[in-house]
């Protein structure tokens, strides 16, 4: 076997390992759905979606202007908490842009509801007669929330009971919720806590074989990726169930997570619920409180609102307990590998200030720590060079005989100490550390908009210089598929040089296959992102010039001299 087959099955095994594993992995080995039963009380206790679709939307401001108010104001989050029904519906996150454009607005996630992409989260109650509703008008106790400000929400029903919730929110997107009951009136109630997080609409990004997006949660300390929009939809009575001790629920988009998380030790209900009308909801809900009269009860239950920063969700799990919060990033089965890569990879761009160079860095660093396997591959194939023509004499001498070419192959390999699977090694090593890298491009937003040099404005987005728009010349971006960037090019040229450094196969059309595989995988690689094309394109000069050094100190033989006739 030639070493250049053994490349192309390495290739072709790191396709598989980036588009098929997850696949194969949901199917085979599915995350448990519940990790208990639960009863159909339980299932009956659940809070009805609240997430309104009207029949005509109206303008956020106007929505916004008409009720009362207590703004939010943190160095990550700007927005406002409505006094109606106690929801934060209106959240605008400071340290993250639409787009690359200048005036570009900050990326919403929460909107009131009855405006474009209603999403809010709600906290209450639900139980015996007199509790607070969706319509109920709470007083505060300050116009504005900020890390230094709490604010305190209450309301007092007609028997005297007064309903509290304590709200309080850090400097970057945790939420703390303590809802308190203070029975000052003569009769006992039995009330229980519920905390939910409603949208209406499925958000801006699909769910993916290799990203997930949509209703997500930890129960059991296990994660749960498997439920979609369209399994709360085809559920029956439109509700999926979960009783946990510890975890969370909520929903995910590809950089953003909303989030109800009970306390640790904490036992509860929840659910995933829709409504019909692309209308959804995951709620939690806590033990039943029994409150006397002069007595009161509380519970407490945080809220995640906010980008999914590595760093945060990190912190949050190990600083608060939270169980599993790292995992709302779908890092996959390469998790182990990825996250290292992540953070020498968050490293570097902090020491160099670009991303770009950061992953130059991180090219070289694995090259260095791979260098030694690397060079024996290289050293195998120079010698490969220095013996195909002794290869290509015993194919012309049994080209009738494939056993026994194969005997005489083998006993030549033997003979000049040769190994045609040196090659894979390397190459299989670097499979994991690839995906990882596409898993950090693809997913963590601490590389989002991040730029290079020149043109390359988004190192998470493709190549957008192409020869369809003329390089730049024409005002628009082609599809990846038809307009190939730049690196993408640049990808294909070096894979072609350092293919040429390589021994040729002796079969003709193993020749004419491996001569297209540069430009085919120049139009494979043309839709990833351009840090990735950026270290695979790094990664080849390094292999040509280390083979190139390799092949001036074994140089193949000079082939001889043509017999006189």
């Known amino acids: 076997m030639s070493d250049n087959r053994n490349m192309f099955l390495a290739i072709l095994l790191s396709i598989v390992v980036l588009f098929g594993w997850t696949a194969v992995s949901e199917r085979f080995f599915p995350t448990p759905k519940s990790n208990a039963p639960v009863s159909a009380a339980q299932k009956a206790d659940g809070a009805t979606p609240v997430a309104e679709a009207p029949t005509m939307l109206r303008e956020r401001a106007a929505v916004i202007a008409e009720s009362t108010r207590v703004a939010i104001r943190t160095p990550a989050l700007s927005g406002s908490i409505n006094l109606e029904g106690a929801r934060i519906d209106d959240l605008l996150l400071l340290r993250h842009d639409e787009t690359l454009k200048k005036d570009s607005p900050n990326v919403r996630l929460f909107s009131p509801s009855g405006t474009q992409g209603a999403y809010f989260a709600e906290f209450g109650w639900t139980g015996s007669a007199g509790l607070p509703t969706a319509e109920t008008r709470w007083t505060a106790s300050a116009p504005t929330l900020t890390p230094e400000q709490p604010v305190t929400l209450s309301w007092t029903n007609a028997a005297g009971q007064t309903f509290l919730i304590a709200l309080s929110v850090d400097k970057d997107y945790l939420f703390t919720a303590k809802q308190s009951i203070v029975n000052k009136g003569g009769q006992a109630l039995v009330a229980r806590p519920y905390g939910l997080v409603a949208r209406v609409g499925t958000g801006p990004d699909k769910s993916t074989f290799n990203a997930h997006t949509g209703p997500i949660g930890v129960f059991g300390g296990k994660t749960s990726y498997e439920n979609n929009y369209e399994d709360i939809d085809e559920a029956p009575d439109r509700q999926i169930d979960f009783r946990s001790k510890g975890g969370w629920i909520g929903f995910t988009d590809k950089y953003w997570l909303s989030a109800l998380i009970p306390a640790n030790d904490a036992t509860f209900d929840a659910n995933f619920r829709g409504g019909g009308d692309q209308r959804y909801q995951a709620g939690v809900r806590g033990e039943p409180l029994?409150?006397?009269?002069?007595?009161?009860?509380?519970?407490?239950?945080?809220?995640?609102?906010?980008?999914?920063?590595?760093?945060?969700?990190?912190?949050?799990?190990?600083?608060?307990?939270?169980?599993?919060?790292?995992?709302?990033?779908?890092?996959?089965?390469?998790?182990?590998?990825?996250?290292?890569?992540?953070?020498?990879?968050?490293?570097?761009?902090?020491?160099?200030?670009?991303?770009?160079?950061?992953?130059?860095?991180?090219?070289?660093?694995?090259?260095?720590?791979?260098?030694?396997?690397?060079?024996?591959?290289?050293?195998?194939?120079?010698?490969?060079?220095?013996?195909?023509?002794?290869?290509?004499?015993?194919?012309?001498?049994?080209?009738?005989?494939?056993?026994?070419?194969?005997?005489?192959?083998?006993?030549?390999?033997?003979?000049?100490?040769?190994?045609?699977?040196?090659?894979?090694?390397?190459?299989?090593?670097?499979?994991?550390?690839?995906?990882?890298?596409?898993?950090?491009?693809?997913?963590?937003?601490?590389?989002?908009?991040?730029?290079?040099?020149?043109?390359?404005?988004?190192?998470?987005?493709?190549?957008?210089?192409?020869?369809?728009?003329?390089?730049?010349?024409?005002?628009?971006?082609?599809?990846?598929?038809?307009?190939?960037?730049?690196?993408?090019?640049?990808?294909?040229?070096?894979?072609?040089?350092?293919?040429?450094?390589?021994?040729?196969?002796?079969?003709?059309?193993?020749?004419?296959?491996?001569?297209?595989?540069?430009?085919?995988?120049?139009?494979?690689?043309?839709?990833?992102?351009?840090?990735?094309?950026?270290?695979?394109?790094?990664?080849?000069?390094?292999?040509?010039?280390?083979?190139?050094?390799?092949?001036?100190?074994?140089?193949?033989?000079?082939?001889?001299?043509?017999?006189?006739?």
């Not at 600083?319 to 990033?329: C, E, N």
């Not at 120079?382 to 004499?393: F, L």
Request: aromatic content about 12%; overall charge positive.
């Open 290 to 565: 029994a409150v006397g009269p002069g007595q009161t009860a509380a519970t407490t239950t945080r809220l995640f609102a906010g980008a999914k920063e590595v760093d945060v969700l990190d912190r949050y799990q190990d600083g608060l307990g939270v169980v599993r919060l790292g995992s709302a990033i779908d890092w996959g089965w390469f998790e182990v590998i990825a996250k290292p890569i992540f953070h020498l990879l968050d490293w570097l761009f902090e020491k160099t200030g670009n991303l770009g160079v950061a992953i130059i860095g991180l090219t070289i660093l694995i090259r260095f720590v791979l260098f030694p396997i690397a060079n024996k591959q290289y050293a195998s194939m120079a010698k490969m060079r220095q013996v195909q023509p002794k290869m290509k004499a015993l194919q012309e001498r049994y080209k009738d005989d494939k056993l026994k070419l194969q005997q005489e192959m083998m006993e030549l390999y033997k003979t000049e100490k040769v190994n045609p699977l040196a090659g894979c090694l390397p190459i299989l090593l670097q499979i994991p550390i690839f995906y990882a890298l596409y898993k950090t491009l693809f997913l963590v937003i601490d590389m989002r908009h991040q730029p290079f040099y020149l043109w390359i404005k988004d190192l998470s987005a493709p190549d957008p210089l192409t020869p369809v728009n003329l390089f730049g010349l024409l005002p628009f971006t082609p599809p990846p598929y038809i307009g190939i960037g730049v690196l993408p090019i640049l990808l294909g040229i070096t894979m072609w040089l350092q293919q040429k450094l390589n021994p040729q196969p002796l079969d003709e059309i193993q020749q004419k296959v491996f001569a297209i595989l540069p430009w085919m995988f120049m139009i494979i690689m043309a839709p990833f992102a351009a840090g990735l094309q950026l270290y695979w394109t790094v990664n080849n000069i390094i292999s040509i010039a280390q083979q190139w050094v390799l092949i001036r100190k074994h140089p193949a033989p000079a082939p001889e001299p043509a017999k006189a006739k």
